[in-house]
Structure formats: structure tokens, C-alpha cells
């Protein structure tokens, strides 16, 4: 009778929701349509120039889809490519695509499916019909790049899981007809592979089970000898390599809590400290093709760089002097007079430019159609809390242009976990904030960007003090007079989709609303249900992290936190799934909808058949943001566009 009497009012309260919203919405102007935000015509992006400084190539909306272009720098009429599936950003470092060395041939990755086995494509650009040509049609393989080849533009190396299935080897790859040469074999349990643009193979790593790995190079008589060793939560990401073949450049935090920029001595694994912010993680940096080291960054809250290349800082330092922006380095030539970067703020998207240096002109290439927008978008500011344990959290809040007093908040929960929302232009969060709603998001401990000590903090605390980090920034919205506590959803995907299923099943009475994008409903599948070729890399680490299903006491405190096995859940759920999913499968999200539905809860399903973890099409991202903007404005009375949003 209570649970029955429970959903009625929960059916009331929203009626009234969308009353309220309906009238208030012919009151105000119209909305900046959805549109806009996701699937612009106009929009453009990834401009990378090739590395003989001939030709440009990008990424552009044609026919409703993400599309690569290419034209001569000395031309204005562009090429297209037509690509199995839209061109998204599966390459090495978020590209989308990469020249080859001579710049005679766009290189891409892509699926076609979703399922993540992954093909090299080639584009012959001075062909009279330029088309993507597979090179590595191997049927249920994954395929990655690992690096081009300076002497030979013909070739690359790659790695795939062709002769095992659960491992990678690497294989030298002709770019002219798609022949593999083996490079190196796996001998079972290498987890990372490095090689440098000499076409050398410089370091292995083995991933050990107690999350752990040790680091070997090659000992000069055609075997390999352990260089150095890391402990759990202990990281190196080799940058590149210097001339000097003693030594490479690398962020590492070994012996450290935080990332810090260092360069490894490869006879010992003696690590010199070049510098260490004093606040966070360094997130990236970029070495040249001599070798020579160019720049650091991070994000403590906005954007900080730290440069090693003069000529480079000379050149960006006008726009890196922007208040309340974040600069993107997206290709040079290997002559260094042509460079594209990108200018990103947080209420107009990103501006992308080509410097020329031989006229120190900076031309603007493309603008983010949002950029029309941005007087009637809202700023996103860093933030920070103490969760109830006295630990420092930190975050990003976007508060709707206008709002003054308590309104309605969605909780965006990044994935991974090991993942980190930093400060910039995001179209979900500016979407989500013009349609009224306060965004919160939340690095809660377990997250990247922080150090060691913080994303340790996160070991077995999942559903824990992982989501207690979650339900205190809701608070701490809440006392600042932010958040309503009366109209606050929880929205993410992967991780973050199993944090939404986790807030409304283990805290009921904070959340209205839950949205779950490919959500992890129970833990011990996903781990059993893994890809083979994860368990090499990924098996140690996810078990000291998480739990190991095959020890009956984690596996007992896996199903314990898993979602599907609690029926609490009395929120209205919105659960979305690509159907061909290998991280967080289908049946992660059929089960529980199946579960919610025998008990009438109120759950809505969109299942994508063409898609995996990550939504790539178009007219999939478009209904996915439109079931979300009907969904939030009938649960906690935001603003509805509409079906018609042209």
C-alpha cells in the first residue's frame, strides 16, 4: 500500500513539474534547440596540418554526419572521405585521424559496429578518388597504432590480437598494399608496449597480478633485461625519446604521489626530476620529432602550461594569456612553420587557428557555431568541498544564466572511474545548464589529476565512500542555497552510469531522477564477461582495486554493490545501452530494466543497435539528449524544447 501510495505522489509531483514547466515556457523566448549543441551543420574540428607542410585535414558535418575533409593549404576546395561510420576519435591522444609521414595519406581507426575491434583505414589522397581502403580487414581483431616510422613513410607499427585473441603482438604494416610483418611477439603477459619513430622498440611493460609491473628494454644481444619496477597506483607514460638513446622523457610518480615530468635513465630506471606541479597531476605533454621536449600541462582548476620549447611558447603566448580559456596544440609540420591549435572556452566551444611563422599570421580556420550562443550560455567554475571524512574534493559547477535561489541540479558523474572532469567547453553540461538546470560534477576520490594517495583512496570504497564523495557535493550544493533537494538527478555513463544506478538504489531519498547511460548493474559480470585481451593489462590492477570475483568473499561484496541486486531503486530511470557493448555488455542493462519492469517501476529503455560504449552516430546522439531533455523536464521541471528542434 506505501509503495503504491509512493508512486502515485512521485506521478503527481511530476505532473505538476511539467505544468509549471509548460507555463513558464510561454512566458520565455525560445530555446536554443538541441541542435545546436550536438549536430550543428556548421561545426567543424581536429584541423591537423601534414607533416611536409603541404596539406590540411579535418573533421566537418556533412549530410548529418561527422565527415573527414582534407584540401591543399594552397587551395580552398575540400575532400571528402566517406568512412564506414562517422569519424569520431578513437586515435592515440583524442585525435581523430593522423597524416603519415610523407602526407600522402590520412590514417584513421574505426570499428564498425561499436564493438571496439578496431581496423586501420588509409586514404590515398593523391589518388583520382580518394577512398578509405582497409588495411587490416582481420575479422574479430582489435587493432591499435603505436607509431609511424621516420625513415619509411610506408610503413607504421601496430599492434593486435590477431594470433591469440587475449594479447597484443606488433606488426610492421605496408601502408601501400596492407602487408603485416611481425615485429615483435607477445610472450603472454606484456601490457604496454613502447617504440619510437626510428621504428626501434624501446620498453615493454609487464602488468603483475598484484596491480603492480615491472619494466624491461632490450639488452643488446636480442633479449630483454628488467629496467625498473611499480607498485600499485604507480605510473610511467613514456612522452618520447631524446637523441640521446640513454634516456627517455616521461611523466612518471614513481616514489611520488603526483605525476610529475622526469627523464628516465633506461640503464637503471634512475629517474631526474625536471619539474612537479605543486598542487595535481601533470596531464600530458608533448615531445618533438628531434626528440627535443616542447611542454607540460595540467588542470588545478583552469588550464596551466609549462614550456621547455621557446619558440613555441613565443608563439602561443598571446592566446594563452586569455582570461577563462585552454589551449589545444593540435598539429605542426616538420619544418615548424605551420602550427593548428585550438582556443577553448567554456561558454563558446573552441576556436581552431593556423599560425603561419613565415608571416606570424594566426588565421581563425573554424569557430564553434555555438560561439553565437555564448552570451546566453552560463560559465563553469572549479570548486572544491570536504567530503565528510575531511578529505579535500574537487569539481566543476555550472549554474543556469539568471538563477538566483535553490533550483533543480543534475549530478553529471564522469566514467572510468580513473578519468577526471576538467574546466572547458563541454555540450552536455551548457545543454543541460540552458535548459535550467544547475550541473555539478564531481571528481570524487578513485578519479585521475589528483595523485596517488587520492585515486588509492578509492580502493574497494565503490558504492562506498566513492559515492559518499557524490551525495556530499549534492549537500554542499544544497547549503549553498544552489541545488533544490527536492529536484536533483543523477546522470552519467560507464562508471558513471553505475554511480546513477547506485544513487538510486542505495541513496533513495537524495535523487528524483536517475540517468544511466551503459551502467555497470553488476559488478561481478563485468569483470567475468571482460574482453580476453583486457585480462593481460587490466586483471591486477581491477582486482586490488575493486575485487576479484573469484575469491568468494569479493565476490560476495561485488554482488553485494551491484545495483540489480537491491530493489530500493524508486526513482523514475532513464537507461540507455549500445548493443554492442564489450566493456559494460547488454545484459547489464536488459536485466535491470527487466527487474524494474516486473515490479511496474517507472523505467524508460533506448537501446542503440549500432552502437558500443560510446554513442558515435549522430541521429543517435540527437534522440539520446532529446529522450534526456523530455525525461529531466518531466521529473524535476526544467524546459523542454520540443520534437521539432531545427
Given amino acids: 500500500m506505501r509503495a503504491r501510495l509512493g508512486h502515485a505522489l512521485l506521478s503527481l509531483t511530476a505532473a505538476l513539474l511539467v505544468l509549471t514547466a509548460t507555463a513558464r515556457a510561454a512566458e520565455e523566448p525560445a530555446l536554443v534547440p538541441l541542435k545546436a549543441f550536438f549536430a550543428n551543420p556548421r561545426a567543424s574540428w581536429d584541423y591537423r596540418v601534414s607533416l611536409d607542410g603541404s596539406r590540411l585535414a579535418w573533421i566537418a558535418m556533412r549530410d548529418g554526419r561527422a565527415t573527414l575533409h582534407f584540401r591543399r593549404l594552397d587551395e580552398t576546395a575540400a575532400h571528402a572521405v566517406e568512412t564506414p561510420r562517422e569519424a569520431r576519435a578513437p586515435w592515440p591522444g583524442g585525435q581523430s585521424f593522423a597524416w603519415s609521414r610523407d602526407g600522402k595519406r590520412l590514417l584513421f581507426l574505426m570499428d564498425g559496429n561499436g564493438d571496439e575491434n578496431a581496423h586501420l583505414f588509409a586514404v590515398d589522397i593523391e589518388a583520382a578518388q580518394p577512398v578509405a581502403r582497409d588495411l587490416t580487414p582481420l575479422d574479430g581483431v582489435r587493432v591499435e597504432f603505436v607509431t609511424a616510422i621516420n625513415d619509411d613513410p610506408n610503413s607504421v607499427i601496430v599492434a593486435h590480437t590477431g594470433r591469440t585473441g587475449r594479447m597484443f603482438d606488433l606488426y610492421r604494416l605496408n601502408l601501400a598494399n596492407g602487408q603485416l610483418t611481425s615485429f615483435a611477439e607477445n610472450p603472454g603477459d606484456v601490457c604496454r608496449w613502447s617504440a619510437w619513430r626510428n621504428g626501434r622498440l624501446r620498453m615493454r611493460f609487464h602488468c603483475l597480478p598484484d596491480g603492480g609491473w615491472t619494466a624491461e628494454v632490450p639488452d643488446g644481444v636480442g633479449g630483454w633485461r628488467e629496467m625498473m619496477r611499480g607498485g600499485y597506483g604507480e605510473w610511467v607514460s613514456i612522452l618520447g625519446y631524446p637523441q640521446n638513446p640513454r634516456y627517455a622523457w616521461a611523466l612518471s610518480n ?35 620529432g628531434t626528440g627535443a621536449l616542447s611542454f607540460v600541462w595540467a588542470w588545478p582548476g583552469f588550464q596551466e602550461w609549462r614550456f621547455y620549447d621557446a619558440f613555441l611558447q613565443a608563439d602561443l603566448m598571446r592566446f594563452l594569456t586569455r582570461e577563462r580559456s585552454a589551449l589545444h596544440v593540435l598539429s605542426e609540420d616538420r619544418q615548424r612553420r605551420w602550427l593548428t591549435f585550438a582556443v577553448e572556452t567554456d561558454r563558446g566551444g573552441e576556436t581552431v587557428y593556423l599560425l603561419d611563422r613565415a608571416t606570424g599570421e594566426a588565421k581563425a580556420l573554424a569557430e564553434s557555431p555555438i560561439a ?34 535553490p533550483g533543480p541540479l543534475v549530478l553529471l558523474v564522469h566514467g572510468g572511474p580513473w578519468a577526471q572532469d576538467h574546466w572547458g567547453y563541454d555540450p552536455t553540461v551548457q545543454f543541460l545548464a540552458y ?19 587520492f585515486l588509492l583512496a578509492g580502493t574497494r570504497e565503490f558504492a562506498r565512500k566513492m559515492h ?7 549537500r554542499w550544493a544544497i547549503e549553498r542555497g544552489i541545488a533544490d533537494p527536492k529536484r536533483v538527478a543523477i546522470m552519467g555513463a560507464s562508471y558513471g552510469g553505475y554511480s546513477a544506478l547506485s544513487g538510486a538504489a542505495f541513496t533513495p531519498d537524495v535523487f528524483v531522477a536517475a540517468i544511466d547511460r551503459v551502467g555497470i548493474s553488476d559488478m561481478v559480470s563485468l569483470i567475468e564477461d571482460w574482453p580476453k585481451y583486457w585480462r593481460v593489462g587490466e586483471m591486477g590492477f581491477w582486482s586490488r582495486f575493486f575485487g576479484d570475483p573469484r575469491k568468494p568473499e569479493e565476490r560476495l561484496a561485488l554482488a553485494e554493490r551491484s545495483p540489480l541486486n537491491h530493489a530500493a531503486i524508486r526513482a523514475p ?22 527487474e524494474l519492469r516486473a515490479r511496474n517501476h517507472d523505467v524508460e529503455y533506448l537501446l542503440f543497435d549500432d552502437e558500443g560504449h560510446g554513442i558515435n552516430g ?6 539520446y539528449m532529446r529522450a534526456v531533455e523530455r525525461f529531466l523536464a518531466r521529473h ?3 524546459r523542454d524544447g520540443g520534437d521539432a528542434q531545427d
Fill in 254 to 288: 614513481r616514489g611520488r604521489d603526483r605525476m610529475a615530468l622526469v627523464r628516465l635513465d633506461l640503464r637503471d630506471g634512475r629517474e631526474d626530476l625536471l619539474y612537479e606541479h605543486p598542487a595535481v597531476d601533470l596531464n600530458g605533454g608533448r615531445v618533438l
Fill in 372 to 405: 553565437s550562443y555564448r552570451d546566453q550560455l552560463a560559465a563553469t567554475e572549479p570548486v572544491t568541498f570536504s567530503a565528510r571524512d575531511g578529505l579535500t574534493v574537487h569539481g566543476l559547477l555550472t549554474i543556469p544564466l539568471g538563477r538566483s535561489g
Fill in 435 to 453: 535548459r535550467g538546470y544547475a550541473v555539478l560534477q564531481v571528481n570524487y576520490r578513485g578519479s585521475t589529476g589528483y595523485g596517488r594517495e
Fill in 468 to 474: 559518499d564523495d557524490l551525495i556530499d557535493g549534492v
Fill in 573 to 594: 530511470l532513464l537507461v540507455v545501452q549500445g548493443a554492442n557493448d564489450i566493456r559494460v555488455r547488454r545484459n547489464h542493462s536488459d536485466r535491470i530494466v527487466a
Fill in 618 to 623: 549522430t541521429p543517435n546522439r540527437l534522440r
Fill in 636 to 638: 524535476l521541471g526544467g
